[in-house]
Nanobody, 126 residues
Framework: QVQLTNSGGGLVQPGASLRLSCTASGLSVTNTAMAWFRQAPGKEREFVGGSTRYGSRMKYSDSVKGRFTISRDNTLNTLYLQMNSLKPEDAAVYSC???????????????????WGQGTQVTVSS
């Protein structure tokens, strides 16, 4: 049984940093295409960034490129989202997702992912 557990959200001021975690069981984050999505109130869920298996290819949305970084800890079987220079418009519920039907592609549509974390709230406010 696959389970993804999100943690690390919180309330921060603009310009601050935050690191989100996605700890997996039932699959290997190393061998799986993984992604982060976010959803703000009243908006559709949007792709933030992702990584194909082994981190061979990375992709980020234009809105976070240069500020957010995805990484893995293979020992802990955990995916991270390091978020720097946070802006109020980054506030949302962030969820990780795993794509097991294919490990070589990294679609931006949430329907293309097979498993989801429960989400963690990020609030950016002064």
């Amino acid at each position: 049984q696959v389970q993804l557990t999100n943690s690390g959200g919180g309330l921060v001021q603009p310009g601050a940093s935050l690191r989100l975690s996605c700890t997996a069981s039932g699959l290997s984050v190393t061998n799986t295409a993984m992604a982060w999505f976010r959803q703000a109130p009243g908006k559709e869920r949007e792709f933030v960034g992702g990584s194909t298996r082994y981190g061979s290819r990375m992709k980020y949305s234009d809105s976070v490129k240069g500020r957010f970084t995805i990484s893995r800890d293979n020992t802990l079987n955990t995916l991270y989202l390091q978020m720097n220079s946070l802006k109020p418009e980054d506030a949302a519920v962030y969820s990780c997702a795993a794509r097991t039907r294919s490990t070589f592609s990294l679609p931006m549509e949430d329907s293309e992912y097979d498993y989801w974390g429960q989400g963690t709230q990020v609030t950016v406010s002064s």
